[in-house]
């Protein structure tokens, strides 16, 4: 079926050659990526999109994503085509300056001011894995700092961040009063919303990670499946807080069954609780408010020289005065007539927004 239908594709030659080309306009003109797969790999995308809609020609699609008002059978259309790199704690460096400087900054901030939200934007996160990564070193960073604060109270009365098995509560004692906690975690692909929406990884995602830090935040289930009408009380259920240590010697059945069966990993309730997830398509983005911090790593090289300087236009005016806008190490600023100041910290450059840009760019 699908050899025939690939085949009579190929027969149109130049029309197929030409639809290609308006389908690659199309997804630039709509959210700013640039493809950069060889036409044989999106000819296949486009066999695959046809067969899954019931469509009898290219021209059907192209007619239903050109009528695409909110872009959401365009986006759909992606998925496959946009080379995501993800992980967690993929950009160790930014993770560092996060726990180390950032928070710890805007902490004292906040608690000068008074009780405000400390607000992340992960945009571009993918299946979510940056997006949970830096809700652990917010917790982390927090975490240090109310035990720092214990230690330094004479009479031992001083608050420190509350905490749950290493989880920080989305409501930190603060001096200004308690200081909530929401990050929001946004990408064009509805498919990668619903897996960072779910929270369930493999185990071997988390490769590399310290072992306290993943008894920290993620419980041990035995099936992903057990998620899939929505159902979280399974998932408790399921839940194993201890990680057991892997038998010395193999061959019985309880270790072929997990073989067989490879453990994944739930994010604990209490650090889901600090992170929203929503489709977003960044070259039409809506206005979620004012964030602290935002992170877009790795998301400037996919869009076209005219995206990339309109979102980080978009991204500055995002932020709060004061704010910081994480990027990778391989990635420019590509508006350099914003006011943005270079901070270094361990090696790790990120970007600050100063607090007096406010008055220029109209708070």
């Known amino acids: 079926m699908r050899t025939a239908f690939m085949h009579k594709l190929i027969a149109t030659g130049t029309l197929l050659e030409h639809e290609l080309s308006e389908l690659r306009l199309l997804i630039e003109r ?46 759909a259309s992606l998925n496959g085509l946009v080379n995501t790199k993800t992980g967690f704690f993929r950009h160790p460096g930014a993770m560092n300056a996060l726990t180390k400087q950032v928070v710890p900054q805007l902490c004292a901030r906040k608690s000068t001011d008074g009780p405000n939200p400390l607000r992340i934007w992960s945009a571009g996160c993918a299946t979510g894995e940056e997006t949970y990564s830096i809700a652990m070193a917010v917790c982390d960073a927090l975490n240090q700092l109310g035990a720092t604060a214990a230690n330094g109270s004479a009479n031992g009365s001083g ?60 419980a041990k289930i035995c099936s992903p499946a057990i998620l899939s009408n929505g159902d979280t009380k399974d998932a408790e259920r399921e839940m194993q807080s201890n990680f057991p240590a892997e038998p010395r010697s193999g061959g019985s059945k309880e270790t072929q069954t997990a073989s067989a069966n490879p453990p994944h ?5 209490r650090l889901r609780s600090l992170v929203t997830f929503n489709c977003m398509n960044l070259a039409r983005p809506g206005y979620i408010g004012r964030f602290d911090c935002i992170f877009c790593m790795d998301v400037l090289p996919h869009l076209s ?31 350099p007539n914003l006011n943005f100041r270079s901070e270094i910290f361990d090696g790790y ?15």
């Open 30 to 75: 709509q959210t700013g990526i640039v493809l950069d797969c060889p036409n044989s790999a999106l000819a296949a995308h486009v066999v695959d999109s046809m067969e899954a809609q019931g469509l009898g020609s290219a021209a059907e699609l192209l007619e239903r994503l050109r009528a695409d008002q909110d872009g959401s059978s365009l986006a």
């Open 159 to 218: 608050k420190s961040a509350a905490r749950n098995g290493g989880i920080a509560e989305s409501s930190i004692a603060n001096q200004g009063g308690a200081l909530s906690i929401h990050i929001v975690g946004s990408d064009l692909l509805p498919p990668n919303i619903e897996v960072a929406d779910r929270g369930i990884y493999p185990q071997s995602a988390l490769n590399g990670l310290p072992p306290a830090t993943i008894r920290n935040y993620f």
């Open 305 to 335: 020289r005219a995206q990339r300087i309109a979102l980080v236009e978009r991204l500055h005016l995002y932020l709060e005065p004061g704010g910081y806008l994480f990027l990778s190490q391989t990635e420019k600023l590509c508006a």
């Open 265 to 269: 990993l739930l994010v604990k309730p």
């Open 349 to 363: 450059t990120y970007h600050r927004k100063p607090v007096a840009a406010s008055a220029a760019y109209g708070r």
